[in-house]
């Protein structure tokens, strides 16, 4: 385990909850990229399994709880999204829908 990796994983763990307390407060999708959280979550997969395969070792601790905070975003995202389609601020979930064939998509490509 290097300390700069360390230091990158708690750096990005900082900013995270920050990020999850703006979804929480503000109750809305904008400024939100579902796009880019998705590969948020794909690099944190990546990572644990590189560190579950390759270099065992406690930063997979720092790993996990990065994802599930990414994943409590993501989450928060659609509960906020389907607020707005009751409120009639946006009117259904295409663009999400289509960012996530994207998504799904590209990690195909990836695995093969």
Do not use: H
């Not at 994943?71 to 409120?87: M, P, Q, V």
């Amino acid at each position: 385990m290097s300390i700069l990796e360390v230091l990158m994983i708690v750096c990005f763990g900082l900013a995270w909850p920050i990020n999850l307390y703006n979804s929480w407060k503000s109750k809305s999708t904008k400024g939100k990229n579902l796009l880019f959280m998705s590969f948020i979550v794909l690099a944190y997969v990546f990572g644990i399994l590189n560190k579950l395969l390759v270099s065992v070792d406690n930063a997979i601790y720092f790993y996990c709880l990065n994802e599930f905070m990414v994943l409590a975003d993501y989450i928060l995202y659609f509960c906020n999204r389907s607020r707005e389609i009751k409120k009639g601020i946006c009117r259904n979930y295409t663009v999400v829908y289509r960012y996530l064939d994207q998504v799904i998509k590209i990690f195909l490509i990836l695995m093969t």
